[in-house]
């Protein structure tokens, strides 16, 4: 949706712990006087939340007080049309302009990143670089390959199951491994624009453009919330079997299985890159 207010980043901000360097921050990012007047020390721990709307993406740093509330330490914001917010190489550009922006970024030990819910693209394991351009959440599947993703949901989804719509994530996914032309490869693992954008601020990317991971890329990490159109069950927290031995075949699991889903606000310490590219 459109860029929500800094409070309702403010109340998502506490989620995944930063196990790697913020390699998509400035370098030698000045101290801000806005910073310097609202540090409360070592101590306490800074938070940085991403929003990636519809129109722009969104930072806020927030920081523990010592009384145990959150304080908001610096925003910035940067805005893109509708047509250049569907390619990932404005969202990093975009981020890296923000960042800049919000030098109190550098402190943080803890992320959340959030998109547009069911935007979904791929990302080869084997060089990290995008494999399949993003679909965004508006984009329904349609042609042969939409309607043969239709079909296979319709075979195997429970009914009423969010998946069963064009616009959900799987039928995205499902769209791609449908096409005769050129299908989904079993060496890349599906990916939200939260998942995309979080594991560039983790593991870095390789080109300017935004347009790949540092790879090899061993997994890639989603919350619950984000796989609720792909298909996760969050009753058994886990895909369920008329995804990964139905609608998805024996050749496709990985596609999913590489996305590992865990509670939102879990925080890991696993690399999302290889230890030797990092």
């Known amino acids: 949706g459109e860029m929500r207010s800094s409070t309702v980043v403010v109340l998502a901000v506490w989620t995944a712990r930063v196990t790697h360097p913020f390699h998509l921050a400035p370098q030698s990012p000045a101290e801000t006087p806005t910073r310097r007047a609202v540090s409360l020390g070592a101590q306490m721990r800074t938070a940085l939340g991403v929003d990636l709307g519809t129109s722009g993406v969104r930072l806020c740093v927030v920081e523990e007080t010592a009384e145990g509330g959150v304080h908001v330490v610096k925003e910035a914001h940067r805005r893109w049309s509708d047509e250049d917010g569907r390619r990932p190489e404005t969202w990093i550009a975009a981020l890296r302009a923000a960042l800049a922006d919000c030098g109190a970024a550098r402190d943080a030990t ?36 939409g309607d043969r993703a239709m079909e296979r949901i319709a075979a195997h989804a429970p009914a009423g199951h969010t998946t069963r719509s064009r616009t959900s994530a799987l039928a995205k996914l499902l769209s791609w491994v449908c096409d005769d032309e050129e299908p989904l490869r079993d060496s890349a693992v599906a990916a939200h624009q939260a998942d995309y954008v979080a594991a560039a601020l983790a593991g870095g990317v390789a080109d300017d453009d935004g347009h790949s991971l540092r790879g090899p890329v061993e997994h890639l990490y989603t919350d619950w919330h984000n796989a609720l159109k792909m298909g996760f069950d969050v009753e058994s927290l886990e895909w369920p079997a008329w995804l990964v031995r139905g609608a998805l075949g024996a050749d496709q699991r990985a596609l999913l299985t590489r996305l590992h889903a ?17």
């Open 262 to 278: 865990v509670r939102p606000g879990c925080a890991t310490a696993e690399r999302v890159v290889s230890a030797s590219s990092a």
């Open 110 to 145: 803890r992320i959340c990143v959030s998109g547009t819910s069911g935007s979904l693209l791929a990302v080869d394991t084997t060089t990290g670089r995008i494999a399949r351009s993003p679909l965004m959440y508006d984009h329904a599947v349609a042609g042969v390959a």
